[in-house]
RNA sequence: GCCCGGGUGGCGAAAUGGCAGACGCAACGGACUUAAAAUCCGUUAUCCCUUAUACGGAUGUGGGGGUUCGAGUCCCCCCCCGGGCACCA
């Protein structure tokens, strides 16, 4: 073959043709080898295109795939669109483009870059959440967990926006006001679809351990999920029947409670008020009532609240005490009730000081605690200061069987549940802040609801075979002004008669979140084709679970919890053979634009810098500016587009330079000119493949030494994915090798397979042509690092005196350590400057270095 | 406030407790060229000593302490930046 420029353009865009035309990348199933399956999270195709954070991730599962294939794995890497949800819906609303058209249209955009790109997707295996053979069975799925008893429908607060005449989503509330227009929005009751996620709180907890994920991203759904230990415990009113019963996990502070505290939406605030104070409380919870969430738990609230007239009655001690309602008590959690232990407890300590109320030291810290804190120990006795370290018990003791003095706190709370629960007054009990999932939404672009409304008040679900229930046509897109989707505005669409029983329904209006149609994609990746079933259950079994997911950090909790929710259901009805999804999670970091900030540290527009002399200044008003990196966003104007980036520089360098950056999960700031340097660093490769003469010779001792060290540093790093270590080694090699015109074959194809599933495209042309003129390199075998040549026969140690280097000593590389000591000592320098001085000892480090301590 | 990340040259970054700054960018100098681009070679932490870019010495991984023969790396305290949670009793 003839040699050639580096013409990126003809090389990518052969290879691309060739990789579609032969299908290089089918994964088969059932295949001998043994299985890798590879998932990024499938993107939202927005109108805007992929920026530079998508392939980012889609980057590193695809050298990781390109590299377990010719490790011998049976890989699957699909890709499909995440394409429900609210842009196309908004844009629908603004326009009249029905949201299916701008959705083709941009999965077709979002296709025609990630194509681009040269990644080693399946393509057959391509799915949308909207294609009615996908949201069919998501519908399926809705049945199966239906009939599970998992989804119920409950009269739920939503943001509601009189202004707008519609639902809005969490996300689209901005400090209680609608993100468009900035109008009040108000929390309103409606009928909604929950999910029972909380049935499996533990579970989703217990699965953690034995997951390979980051462990912030543990941590967070941990603290998502909030489980808590402690009891609940009765309290009776005084001069009532009623009884409250509150939830606390320190049921060793009973002896402290002075007050009691309900959340103002408690059902027995009005039961319990007395007459003269009914106005107050009257006030106090409409006030509360028409707060935003936000509002009432914002930082820094002052603590309000007022008392209801009523006493209730401490278990242990039978002392008195009085119950308010305040709105740092949430209806939601626990049983919307507390005890308040000011003494012991910063919230009630913080409502005691304001409204008066006695505080009663039950506590004595210990003496270590008081000297780190550095504390009075007088002030917490007194009442003056709130305690919650540890300590032991004090004044917690009663004539029916209960003492806790002297006790450390687990004691304490162990011995007090033990007593509560032989009287009858309360039980150890586990919390979690987890609620159940609130699943529907007002909107139209969506999944259907597999239910009917019947004319008596009763739910029907659809059976297995009226489904898929299609997505209606409709003409407007705009809220239906009842608070309900624009599917209330569907006409026949709404009426349904029971094939059965000839009674008359209406479909449910609402359509499922985006949640949805992401909660189970890897599963259906698994079988897409399949017209009889989500998949097949052999298949599944098969290819699960996902061993490599890649994706941001954003779904840390929402999608990540719900499918895994899914999944575990999906395991308990037998429908999937593993009760976690995803083995592996890694998180790719950020990548941020540069910008520019002014002295006052206002970010300041792209198009508004000038330079001068390698300065940055405003061009409006003179500042002089820093750089700095900031994330990407319209209005800075630090976008960076990757097709024009491969236009410019080719896929293989966009490709490599994403990788080279930094670590993958760091947060790194994005410069075109370190492009410049993966590209020359391509380009330098290119000519020493094509340019040397390439001849069949063996390789001298340093020169194996160096292929080896490569190899070795290569494997390893793409197995760790630190691609950006991998790719340094490649350019030391390139570094040492291109020096000399000629180049053995056994060094350049190694080479070339080294960088292939990096580069893939170059890869391949330079394979090529080496002679392999037909087939592709993907599936040649990975080079092995033979651990003989890595050796080599003098190695450089460093001899220090007390630490400090002195000289550099070449010795022999299997020199023992009374060797290397006498080799470092015999050196005239160190002579020298150890003459006459004492030698207190010696530390060796084989092969690495002497240090002489004197 | 709490929980995670992180802080290393002008910049992106490397470093199983063992020579800090590999690799790359930028900058500077040189070669090639009529010239430019491309390419190649070299220099590039700070300070001191010095006729000096030699030789030599000292300092240096956010700050302060500690462990160790030896600390970017381990331990304690503090500061700053990024992300998440936020009255969950």
Excluded at 131 to 146: A, G, P, S, V
Excluded at 407 to 423: F, P, Q
Excluded at 438 to 460: A, C, N, T
Excluded at 492 to 519: F, H, V
């Amino acid at each position: 073959m003839q040699y050639r420029d580096y013409d990126f353009k003809a090389i990518e865009k052969k290879w691309q043709d060739y990789w579609v035309k032969n299908k290089t990348f089918k994964a088969t199933d059932f295949s001998d080898k043994p299985k890798y399956y590879v998932l990024d999270m499938f993107p939202y195709p927005s109108g805007a295109g992929l920026h530079v954070g998508h392939p980012e991730g889609y980057t590193a599962t695809d050298i990781v795939c390109r590299f377990k294939r010719m490790n011998g794995f049976n890989v699957l890497h699909p890709m499909g669109w995440d394409a429900f949800g609210l842009p196309a819906e908004q844009y629908a609303v603004e326009t009249g483009t029905h949201p299916s058209i701008t959705t083709k249209k941009n999965i077709e955009t979002f296709k025609k870059q990630i194509r681009s790109l040269g990644f080693s997707y399946d393509w057959d295996r391509e799915l949308s959440t909207t294609d009615i053979e996908y949201y069919k069975w998501t519908q399926w799925i809705f049945i199966q967990l239906y009939r599970k008893g998992l989804a119920y429908l409950d009269e739920v607060p939503v943001n509601w926006c009189p202004a707008l005449g519609t639902v809005l989503a969490n996300e689209e509330v901005i400090d209680g006001k609608s993100e468009r227009g900035g109008h009040d929005v108000i929390r309103k009751p409606m009928k909604q679809w929950m999910f029972k996620i909380t049935e499996y709180a533990e579970r989703l907890l217990e699965g953690l351990d034995k997951l390979d994920w980051p462990d912030g991203i543990k941590e967070m759904q941990r603290n998502w999920i909030g489980k808590s230990i402690g009891a609940n415990v009765v309290f009776k009113v005084s001069d009532s029947l009623e009884k409250i019963e509150i939830y606390t996990t320190r049921p060793d502070t009973l002896f402290g409670a002075t007050y009691m505290v309900l959340s103002p939406e408690h059902r027995l605030v009005r039961t319990i008020t007395t007459d003269s104070y009914k106005n107050e409380v009257e006030a106090y919870i409409e006030k509360s009532s028409r707060m935003s969430d936000l509002d009432r738990t914002s930082l820094n609230k002052e603590k309000t609240g007022v008392f209801t007239g009523a006493y209730a009655v401490n278990p242990v001690n039978g002392k008195r005490i009085p119950v308010w309602i305040a709105d740092y008590v949430l209806v939601s959690y626990g049983t919307g009730a507390i005890m308040a232990v000011p003494s012991h407890d910063e919230r009630d300590f913080e409502f005691a000081k304001k409204f008066n109320i006695p505080v009663f030291c039950v506590i004595k810290p210990t003496e270590k605690q008081v000297e780190e804190k550095n504390i009075k120990i007088q002030d917490v006795l007194e009442g003056k200061l709130c305690w919650f370290g540890d300590g032991t018990g004090i004044n917690s003791a009663n004539s029916e069987g209960l003492d806790i003095n002297g006790l450390g706190v687990n004691e304490a709370i162990s011995r007090t549940i033990k007593w509560l629960e032989n009287k009858g007054i309360g039980e150890g009990k586990t919390n979690y802040k987890l609620r159940d999932w609130l699943f529907s939404r007002q909107r139209y672009w969506g999944e259907p609801f597999p239910v009917v409304h019947m004319e008596d008040g009763s739910i029907k679900l659809l059976s297995e075979n009226e489904i898929p229930l299609k997505l209606p046509q409709v003409d407007n897109f705009k809220p239906s002004g009842s608070g309900e989707s624009p599917l209330a505005n569907a006409g026949e669409w709404l009426e349904y008669i029971d094939p059965e029983t000839g009674m008359k329904g209406r479909r449910e209006t609402n359509t499922m979140p985006q949640w949805a149609g992401s909660c189970w994609y890897y599963l259906r990746f698994i079988d897409p084709l399949n017209k009889k079933a989500a998949w097949d259950p052999k298949k599944e079994k098969y290819w699960m679970p996902v061993d490599l997911y890649v994706g941001g950090a954003e779904h840390a909790v929402l999608h990540l919890l719900y499918s895994r929710f899914w999944h575990k259901v999906l395991f308990d009805l037998g429908l999937v053979s593993t009760d976690e999804p995803f083995l592996k999670l890694v998180n790719q970091g950020m990548i941020l634009g540069l910008s520019y900030k002014d002295p006052r540290g206002a970010l300041v527009p792209g198009d508004k810098i000038e330079i001068k002399d390698g300065k940055f200044y405003n061009r409006e008003n003179g500042d002089e500016l820093i750089e700095f990196p900031a994330k990407m966003s319209k209005s800075l104007k630090n976008v960076v587009n990757p097709d024009d980036v491969i236009k410019v520089y080719g896929a293989d360098s966009m490709r490599l330079y994403e990788m080279f950056m930094g670590p993958l999960e760091a947060t790194k700031p994005w410069n075109t000119l370190g492009v410049e340097g993966v590209f020359r660093f391509l380009k330098k490769s290119w000519r020493m493949i094509c340019e040397s003469e390439i001849k069949d010779f063996q390789l001298n001792r340093k020169q194996l030494s160096t292929l080896h060290q490569t190899i070795k540093k290569v494997t390893n790093d793409i197995s760790t994915l630190n691609f950006n270590t991998a790719i340094s080694a490649l350019m030391i090699f390139i570094n040492e090798f291109s020096k000399d015109n000629i180049l053995s074959r056994e060094a350049a194809e190694t080479f070339i397979k080294l960088l292939s599933p990096l580069a893939p495209h170059i890869a391949e042309e330079m394979w090529e042509f080496l002679g392999h003129e037909n087939g592709t390199i993907v599936y040649e075998k990975w080079p092995e690092c033979k651990e003989e040549y890595l050796k080599e026969d003098e190695v450089e140690i460093l001899v220090q005196i007390s630490g400090k280097p002195k000289v550099r000593i070449m010795i022999s590389s299997d020199s023992d350590e009374e060797a290397t000591k006498a080799k470092a000592l015999e050196n005239s320098i160190i002579a020298e400057l150890i003459k006459g001085k004492a030698i207190r000892k010696i530390i060796c480090v084989k092969s690495r270095l002497v240090n002489i301590v004197i």
